[in-house]
């Protein structure tokens, strides 16, 4: 367990390292002389660097043993945050932004086959909740920090303290994470390999996601302008919706070990109602508080699902079937803020809800059809 929690750690560590500079964008851009939009490049560039990147390098790594590769990524993962905090200009910043990417990218790919190859295949859905329970501390909890400790102590201080949890990580794992030897276990390949169930699951991550950011990337402006809340209150709904997010990871893990079609099915499709319910419901604040925090639900249910499908039907390796879907993840964020954009400029904050919306029923109806464009009979897997 006490691996299982350093996982989970390194993950919330990645992902408070990729979102830092959403508190401190403007303190970076003063202080090193850049314009908020070339300082917005530290959060598009690592992303794009991870979406690009994912595949060849899991494919590079692939022989490399897991506990090696693991701790090799937590030292990368600390230095790239130390150099960030030392970085004398803009681009030494966005070079010690892109190590830290690099590191990232090979992370996701690997470390669900790791975690569930170091438990039993009955509870491998909920082992994988606890890393991505971690991951979804990174927003609710490092951004908030990361935003105090940078507004007090300047910038450099939020990399420097972000270091401090990374290198903890780090040492939990040289001292107690055990030789993972992937391949000789369940987790080495999918349990009921499927190219065409895998290649269908790839495309609903990238719709669902999509979906999702359509509406989230804008969140502030549809709860502005739209729904007509008070700027203050943007921190009190997105945290609630957090704190959502974080229980839908603990119902996801749970359900995909009990009924694996049916937790995505069920998280993409609370996902499109209560995306579709925002549109509907904008003028309704107390429904728009309650299903702003549903979406959080859904997508962090939804999370844990994806995974332990992967697991399932990866027709290869699972380690290069997870990284294709955590580049589809990418993709799918990608997509989604810029058809968010378009919508919004078009149609108005409110028509971004519809939008995503529509893009996660045909997440929904395109998983519903598997069996039909496969022509296999849906399992009914539980354990």
Known sequence: MGNLLALAAAAFCYVATETMPIGILT???????????????????????????????TFATRNVPRRRLMIVLLAVLV?????????FSYG??????????????????????????????????????????GASLGPMLGVPAGTWIGQQFGWRAAFLALAV?????????????PDVEVGATHAATGT???????????????????????????TEVFL?????????????????????????????????????RGSVAGA??????????????????????????????????????????VLEVAPGGTDMASAGNSVAFNVGIAAGSLLGAAVLD?????????AGGLLALAALALFLAEPLLTGRTPEVIRR
């Not at 851009?29 to 979406?51: E, F, Q, R």
């Not at 949890?165 to 994470?177: F, R, Y």
């Not at 499709?269 to 604040?285: E, P, S």
């Open 27 to 57: 303190l970076i851009a003063g202080d090193l002389g850049v314009s908020p939009p070339a300082a917005g490049l530290l959060i598009s560039g690592y992303a794009v660097t991870v979406a690009v990147i994912t595949i060849p390098l």
């Open 79 to 87: 230095l790239g945050n130390l150099l960030s905090a030392l970085a």
């Open 92 to 133: 030494v910043l966005l070079a010690a932004r892109l190590l830290a990417a690099l590191s990232q990218a090979i992370f996701w790919a690997v470390v669900a086959p790791v975690v569930a190859a170091m438990f039993d295949v009955s509870v491998r859905g909920r082992v994988s909740a606890v890393v991505f329970a």
């Open 165 to 177: 949890p990374s290198l903890a990580a780090l040492a939990a794992l040289i001292v107690g994470m």
């Open 192 to 218: 009921s390999p499927d190219r065409r169930r895998y290649a269908i699951l790839v495309a609903v991550t990238t719709l669902s996601v999509a979906g999702l950011y359509t509406a989230f990337t804008y």
């Open 224 to 260: 502005t302008q739209a729904a007509g809340f008070a700027a203050a209150a943007l921190a009190p709904l997105l945290l609630a919706r957090g704190i959502a997010d974080f229980g839908g990871i603990a119902a996801g893990g749970w359900a995909a070990d009990r009924w694996q």
């Open 268 to 309: 993409v499709a609370v996902l499109a109602a209560a995306l579709i319910g925002m549109y509907l419901a904008v003028d309704d604040r107390a429904a728009t508080v309650v299903l702003l925090a549903v979406t959080g639900f859904a997508i962090g249910a939804l999370t844990p699902a994806l995974q332990n499908r």
């Open 346 to 354: 078009s149609q108005g904050a409110r028509v971004t809800t519809l």
